[in-house]
């Protein structure tokens, strides 16, 4: 069975979600959505989705630009078996009456509370659990790279405590309105950030606090994180489950890279689809054990990229029988990702 995909929000992460499902054996795109015209909706139209408009008032904003318009979001919605909300946060709450008038099944990104959905997603984590609910969010970029690095911690050592610092970019690069050009912005002034208990809608148990601020780029997001393990750790073990593991990259001493800039330049090398990086960049010279149970890290997070994967796999975790394994193999593979 083909599971049909339709994408509400066609900008930086729905543009992203709408050409990996389209890669999958398993998935098809029956339309993405838009609220306005722009260049998104040339990209739509070359690469072939169906492209349908919120407010139909404004379809000869779009068929006057040479992009035909196929209908309304609710029509759009009557294909699909599962629509992937990627609008900006907060609008996806809104949305909802929408999707339970259609009785369709939605996935929230990070923008979204976790009560929106009521269910917050890793596939690493709680992949099986997504079965059978309506509603499923795909926690945001930070949590994500969280997430993902503190429970492969834990199933191994066991997490007693998680401190962590985001060094978070300032905006997209498309996105010319938000700043800041040149400070370092405390966000928030007041401690803990709410990533921790973000984290915490994914992973209950752990104890975690977070601050962040924001600085001026664009690229990726950088996190200083120490953990402190329950049983002793060292370095060799925990490098070789960062490469062991299907979502996390080891940046090499070897490679020479110690910069969010180069790590782009690299994904950009390596021919990624617009030098996304679906992966933590763990900077392997940067792992350390001091006394067995204190481990420090650096790794880098692609805002823009790292939640794509967890939305493939959302779908079919939510669509299909395919096992949590066997669903991070084929969206990796359909993407012919292997992780650093
Ligand atoms: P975006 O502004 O780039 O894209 C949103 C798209 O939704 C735009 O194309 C807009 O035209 C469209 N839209 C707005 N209202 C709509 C409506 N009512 N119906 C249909 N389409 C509508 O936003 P984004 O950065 O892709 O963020 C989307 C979600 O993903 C948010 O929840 C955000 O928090 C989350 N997220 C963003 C990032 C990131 O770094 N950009 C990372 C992780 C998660």
């Not at 976790?114 to 709680?126: K, P």
Request: aromatic share 6%; charged share 25%; with cysteine.
């Amino acid at each position: 069975m083909t599971i049909k995909v339709a994408i509400n929000g066609y900008g930086t992460i729905g543009k992203r979600v709408a050409d990996a499902v389209a890669a999958q054996p398993d998935m098809e795109i029956v339309g993405v959505s838009k609220t306005s015209m722009n260049a998104d909706a040339y990209v739509a139209k070359a690469r072939g989705y169906p492209l349908y408009i919120a407010d139909l008032a404004k379809r000869p904003d779009f068929e006057g630009a040479g992009v035909p318009v196929a209908g309304t979001v609710g029509e759009m919605i009557g294909k699909a078996d599962v629509v992937v909300d990627a609008t900006p946060g907060g609008i996806g709450l809104k949305n909802k009456p929408m999707y339970e008038e259609h009785k369709i099944r939605a996935i929230y990104q990070g923008g979204e509370k976790h009560e929106t959905a009521g269910f917050s997603f890793n596939s690493s984590v709680n992949y099986a659990e997504a079965k059978g609910r309506q509603f499923t969010r795909v926690v945001s970029c930070n949590t994500t790279g969280l997430v993902r690095i503190i429970h492969e911690m834990d199933r191994e050592f066991g997490v007693e405590m998680v401190r962590a610092v985001m060094v978070r970019r300032a905006s997209d690069p498309g996105d010319i309105k938000r700043g800041p050009v040149d400070a370092i912005v405390l966000d928030p002034v007041t401690l803990p950030s709410h990533h921790g208990p973000d984290v915490r809608s994914v992973l209950q148990h752990i104890r975690i606090t977070t601050a962040a601020m924001i600085v001026p780029t664009t690229f990726m997001h950088l996190h200083v994180l120490q953990m402190t393990l329950a049983k002793p750790a060292t370095r060799e073990r925990v490098l070789e489950l960062c490469r062991a593991h299907p979502r996390i990259g080891l940046v090499t001493k070897a490679a020479g890279i110690r910069s969010t800039a180069e790590l782009k330049e690299f994904m950009q090398d390596l021919n990624r689809p617009r030098s996304d990086m679906w992966e933590n960049g763990v900077f392997e010279e940067s792992v350390s054990v001091e006394d067995g149970t204190e481990l420090w890290l650096f790794q880098a997070i692609h805002q823009e990229a790292d939640v794509v994967v967890e939305n493939v796999d959302a779908i079919r975790a939510m669509c299909s029988d395919v096992p949590a394994d066997e669903s991070v193999r084929m969206t990796n593979a359909a993407l012919e990702f292997v992780a650093l």
